[in-house]
């Protein structure tokens, strides 16, 4: 479970970009995050594993408290259970679809097994596995940058369900994809979500599509959280307090 | 005739203009009365203080186009005696120079390999965009400096006063130059590489250093393979001379042979085969660099 208690966010330069935010999250849910840009929902995802430091409140995630006293080893350990998945994919370009996946399991091997690039059979398996799971096996040992955009995050998916996590955070997953290869993988998130009970949240910049595969949708504006409830509650009203104005093409990948 | 100095006058006046305009540009104006300000320029005052200072080095070194010839035309003591006394070459001395010319590769090739091993962790940890420790980074970065301040051949001199004569002082001297300038251009190099991937590995709960081996070697290694063979291709010059301070390699046999009178024959033998020898590392490093890069 994650649970945010009165947190805050004010970045080093004064910025702040949460403000009391409260909130629960069960295990294995689907949650989408809605909100314009600049809204604060990276910064929310982005505490959930340390990537920032939380200024205010508490932050609890599976029982860790996500405060700064967690640093070194334990934030390490803390953070193999919990997978990232970006906009721009983020792979590692010059190199093979199989090398970014099994990149997963260098948190658990020594050094100098990484450095030579050394990976044991069982992480092979992990690896092979994770790529089946997200249908694009054949692209094991094809080089990444040749892939497509859809094809990118799959491998990226693949690589965060190597490693095993309980959680997976989704920054803006699908905003440069394509509306059709869009879909497919939000239904990868969505497969995955139901298969693995993997709790999922996922920073959505196009309302329809976090409508379409989220069940509970978190609406932020302006570093608030002003709509928390399931995606059938949405209506016109609630849309209009999240952006603050209409929706906009923008808004709406259309499908 | 009025119409003549018409024409000079507006010349003159254009040419101010411009020349006021390159050292001290002024607003400029668009639509709707909106003023733009360029940035004050420096390029202009740094070519002006350019030729100043070429100007006085040229003085205080006495460069003197007329001193130059004079000297070029001494029959005595330019370059045509050195002709007189270099040729013809004796080349039946050539295995003698085998031994020292395979030391001088050997040097170069060990202390390039060596420095270019120890500069990889020195980069990780002078590249801004991957150390957030300032105390770290600026330390390493004061280190590495203050070894690039010094030229190779007195690291070679001051390293036979710990090491002794000998190619192994040698070899250090081209190992901490090669650390220094790869590191440099290492560092400099993972400062413009697209982090996502590094963030990513981080993210999955690896330490920063396996992150780095693992997101961004990949990506730098083609460089990096590069400066290492480049910096191989530049130490078999200086692998070449350091044996003036007796640090090993060919250079001692070149003094040697140099200074007496009467083996000034060998000279030409002796520049013969590091001529080739520097040829053919070119020639290999540049196909390698071109089939890793
Ligand atoms: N590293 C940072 N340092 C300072 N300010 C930041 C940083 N990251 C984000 N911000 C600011 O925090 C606010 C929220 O940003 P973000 O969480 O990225 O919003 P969103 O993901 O909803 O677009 C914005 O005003 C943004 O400029
Ligand atoms: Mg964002």
Same mark, same amino acid.
């Given at each position: ?58 932050? +609890?995630? #599976?029982?860790?408290?996500? &405060?700064?006293?967690?640093?070194? @080893? /334990? %934030? ?104 059709? +290869?869009? #879909?497919?993988?939000?239904? &990868?998130?969505?497969?995955?979500? @139901? /298969? %693995? ?59 | ?293």
């Amino acid at each position: 479970m994650i649970k945010f208690e009165n947190v805050g966010k004010i970045y080093p330069n004064g910025t702040e970009a949460l403000r009391n935010v409260s909130l629960e999250i069960e295990q294995g849910q689907f949650i989408a995050i809605v909100g314009l840009s600049g809204a604060g929902k990276s910064t929310l995802i982005r505490l959930i594993n340390k990537m920032h430091d939380v200024t205010a409140g508490t932050l +609890t995630v #599976n029982d860790t408290v996500v &405060d700064h006293t967690l640093t070194g @080893k /334990e %934030l390490r350990r803390f953070r193999r259970g919990i997978g990232m998945i970006f906009q721009s994919f983020n792979l590692i370009g010059r190199t093979t679809v199989i090398k970014n996946v099994l990149a997963a399991r260098v948190s658990e091997k020594s050094f100098f097994t990484s450095l030579i690039g050394w990976y044991s059979k069982e992480d092979k398996i992990i690896a092979l596995n994770a790529l089946d799971q997200v249908g694009i096996l054949e692209k094991t040992y094809g080089r990444v940058d040749q892939l497509s955009g859809g094809q990118m995050q799959r491998v990226a998916l693949a690589r965060t369900i190597a490693q095993d996590p309980t959680i997976i955070l989704a920054d803006e997953p699908v905003a440069s994809l394509d509306p059709i +290869t869009a #879909n497919q993988v939000m239904s &990868d998130f969505e497969r995955i979500n @139901k /298969e %693995l009970s993997i709790t999922i949240i996922a920073n959505m910049h196009h309302v329809d599509l976090a409508l379409k595969y989220a069940r509970r949708v978190i609406g932020i504006n302006d570093g608030e959280v002003v709509f928390d409830g399931p995606a059938s509650a949405i209506n016109n009203d609630t849309l209009k307090k999240i952006y603050g104005r209409e929706l906009t093409d923008d808004d709406i990948m259309d499908t | 005739m009025t119409n003549f100095f018409k024409a000079v006058y507006n010349l003159i006046k254009r040419t101010l203009a411009v020349i006021k305009d390159i050292f001290v540009p002024g607003k400029i104006i668009i639509k709707d009365g909106k003023e733009v300000y360029p940035p004050k320029p420096i390029g202009p005052y740094v070519v002006i203080i350019l030729i100043i200072v070429v100007y006085f080095a040229a003085k205080a070194t006495d460069f003197s186009i007329p001193v130059l010839v004079r000297r070029m035309l001494d029959f005595k003591f330019g370059p045509f005696s050195l002709v007189k006394r270099y040729f013809p070459p004796d080349w039946s001395f050539w295995p003698e120079i085998i031994d020292p010319l395979l030391e001088t590769i050997q040097m170069s090739f060990l202390g390039s390999f060596l420095g270019a091993v120890f500069a990889l962790p020195a980069a990780f940890f002078a590249s801004s965009n991957i150390n957030k420790n300032k105390i770290l980074l600026t330390s390493s970065r004061l280190i590495l400096s203050l070894f690039r301040t010094l030229p190779i051949i007195i690291y070679a001199s001051l390293f036979t006063l710990i090491f002794g004569l000998g190619a192994v002082a040698g070899t250090i001297a081209i190992t901490l130059f090669t650390f220094s300038i790869v590191s440099k251009m290492l560092y400099e190099k993972i400062e413009t590489v697209d982090l996502g991937a590094f963030e990513a590995i981080q993210s999955t709960g690896a330490s920063k250093g396996k992150s780095f081996i693992t997101a961004v070697l990949p990506q730098i290694l083609p460089s990096y393979y590069s400066m290492s063979l480049y910096s191989f291709e530049i130490n078999i010059r200086y692998a070449a001379i350091l044996g003036y301070v007796g640090a090993g390699g060919i250079g001692f046999d070149l003094d040697n042979v140099m200074k007496n009178i009467r083996l000034n024959d060998r000279v030409v033998v002796i520049l013969f085969f590091i001529l080739i020898v520097v040829v053919l590392i070119e020639s290999l490093s540049r196909f390698l660099r071109g089939r890793l890069g």
